[in-house]
């Protein structure tokens, strides 16, 4: 690359964003430079594990049967876990692995690296080992990006650079990430032979598990999560930072805990750890998308602009980055001027129903934020099922009875009916 060159759109970060805007820019001609600070795509980069097709097939029809993914998910499962054991609801639906399968499992690695192998296959220019440290300013209007004493000038240039952008902060956008807005995660990848997956979890080879577990952290808000691919098991945490700071515990030793627990260590017994990573995660759902997500000669997508959706029972990040890169590429397809890229680009994420699906679902930080949600209604459940399921052949005590002793040693009858208000305002 020489130290000053043009193109039509710079790209500030491959990760599923800046791969799928690259790849349909260039696939339109467009000139493209996509610069990555990682060695490769993806070394930096920290996923749960679950990639929905369906945008993937934005970019491309087929696409997703050429993508490096794990298995296709058959089995949703949500897990509340209590200190000894857990619930677990399974729902089957060998529909969701027909013809086009709903989603699959995903190693982001290999495919972030596939994907913007992708992209260069397709015309972009793919630059790896640089880090952006500068957006270059004229006229009130962004040009180019600066790497070191490098300098390359685009008429328009994207952040895809993930969560607290760097760029989106350099260029006003949006200002210093605080811990009430995101959430932190920390995941491990448990290598197992493929038969012990599909015999532990019930699956035939190609099918796969994503699983939701609520307490998965004794004491501190969030959720653990839990994926299966080929030969390996994802799964982590995602915590409030501000809990986590005040509980003075460690993510990792929550790590080790959750993964300890006697209805989790059963699952990966005789597993080894092959990656161990932690990351930033968008938390506010819409609240969280800057009030602008442009200015004049740059975009924002994927979680640069907040764009995650997490209801509890589906954390949607990827699909959303990657139909998030599909609208600024088709935004600066179809402006005539590049000042008229933001506007289309607005349009594009409205007519994608990006942007509608967020609004649709904006109460639900609200619901995730129930204090008990996590920590008290688990353990009401848990309890609940102990009691339905004991027999010591003495006397029952009658079931409604019981039952109500046991919600009421958790929650008064006012907390439920504030709590279960709340919640159906926020959904
Ligand atoms: C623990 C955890 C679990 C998750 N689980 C799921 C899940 O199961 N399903 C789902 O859909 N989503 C999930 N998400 C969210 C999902 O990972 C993100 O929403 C998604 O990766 C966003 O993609 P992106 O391309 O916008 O950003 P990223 O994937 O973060 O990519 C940004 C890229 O920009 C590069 N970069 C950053 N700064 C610079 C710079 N200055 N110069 C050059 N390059 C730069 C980075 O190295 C990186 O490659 C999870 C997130 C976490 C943390």
Redesign the pocket.
Known sequence: MSAEERFDAII?????????CAYVLAKAGKSVLL????DT????????????TYALELVEPGLFAQAPLERKVVREQIMMLSSTGGITVDYVNYKFGENVPQSY??L?APF?EWFAGQAEAQGAMFAAG????ELIEADGRIVGIK?GDDEMFADVVIA????N???AQKAGLISDITAHAV?????EIIQLPPEVIQDRFNLSEEEGV?RVVLRASAGVTGGG?F?TNKDSI?L???LNPEELGRSGKKIHDLLQDYKLHPAIYPLIKDGTTIEY??????ELGFHGVPKKLYRDGLVL?????G??INTGTI????????V??VAAARALIEASEPGKVGPAYLQQLEQLQLLPTMRLYKGFHELMSLPRMFTTYPDMANDMMKFMFSVDGNLPERMDKGMLRVLKSHVTLGQLVADGWKGFKSI
């Not at 895809?160 to 969560?163: C, F, T, Y």
């Not at 959430?183 to 995941?187: E, I, L, P, R, T």
């Open positions: 500030v970060g491959a990760g599923p964003a800046g791969s799928a610069v990555e600070r990682g795509a993806g070394s930096k980069n920290v996923t749960g594990g679950r990639l929905y499992t995903v982001r972030d640089i880090l952006v440290d790497a895809a650079d993930g969560v952008s760097f760029i959430g932190v995660g920390a995941k994503a999560f994926y994802s982590g945490l995602v990573g932690a990351h930033l995660v968008p997508i994927g979680d640069a602009a764009m995650v954390l949607r990040g990827i699909d959303l980055a990657i998030s890169g």
